[in-house]
């Protein structure tokens, strides 16, 4: 069970959109419409960004956006704000009742 | 207001086992999976495995020989044991709630605890 592939990094300007996409197997991502994606502050839990590859929980700016095409998952954020500036984890369903994690990605709001 | 609150030991030997303990305030206990899940400094996130209010369990393939999760429901409270620690298990561990049938994703978290593995 090998943690799924992210980008080390991705940046943009306050307003731009920067997409990080998250690559599994047909075992995992591939396999299941159960991609989740989370946001983390430095010293802070991960909260909860994207669920079920498009669904978005209560409370989280529509600026954030799933999608899937094959084995690799994406994560938009429209219309780039500061508070945006984190490290985003994607998660997958891996089958026999497990999960993994992404590598994780930092972005950057110059 | 549902809150995850987890507390245990912060610094442990080699060899040693780690009990970590996660209560739910708040919310329903039942419909819910309740997952660990670590991270190492610096590093990236891993799941540990999980538990339901009827005790059913599911462990990642990687750590399940050394890791029980179990549950207590009357108390509301789900553990963490990890036996024959290593200092590669040093890392934050979190607690979290998977919804089952509602937002299927970690959608609560606890605060975290620090555990050190050191001689």
């Known amino acids: 069970q090998s943690a799924l592939t992210q980008p080390r990094s991705v940046s943009g300007s306050p307003g731009q959109s920067v997409t990080i996409s998250c690559t599994g197997t047909?075992?995992?991502?591939?396999?299941?419409?159960?991609v989740s994606w989370y946001q983390q502050h430095p010293g802070k839990a991960p909260k909860l960004m994207v669920y079920?590859?498009?669904a978005r929980p209560s409370g989280v700016p529509d600026r954030f956006s799933g999608s899937k095409s094959g084995n690799t998952a994406s994560l938009t954020i429209s219309g780039l704000q500061p508070e945006d500036e984190a490290e985003y984890y994607c998660?997958?369903?891996?089958?026999?009742?497990?999960?993994?994690f992404g590598s994780g990605t930092k972005v950057t709001v110059l | 207001q549902v809150q995850l609150q987890q507390w245990g030991a912060g610094l442990l030997k080699p060899s040693d086992t780690l009990s970590l303990t996660c209560a739910v305030y708040g919310g329903s206990f039942s419909g819910y999976y309740w997952s660990w899940i670590r991270q190492p400094p610096g590093k990236g996130l891993e799941w540990i495995g999980e538990?339901?209010?009827?005790?059913?369990?599911n462990y990642n393939p990687s750590l399940k020989s050394r890791v029980t999760i179990s549950v207590d429901t009357s108390q509301r409270q789900f553990f963490l044991r990890m036996s024959s620690l290593a200092a590669a298990d040093t890392a934050v561990y979190y607690c979290?709630?998977?919804?089952?049938?509602?937002?299927?994703?970690?959608?609560?978290w606890g605060r975290g605890t620090l555990v050190t593995v050191s001689s």
């Open positions: 979290a709630r998977w919804g089952i049938t509602t937002v299927r994703g970690f959608d609560l």
């Open positions: 538990v339901n209010h009827s005790g059913s369990t």
């Open positions: 079920d590859v498009t």
């Open positions: 047909s075992s995992d991502v591939g396999g299941y419409n159960s």
């Open positions: 998660c997958s369903y891996a089958g026999g009742y497990s999960f993994v």
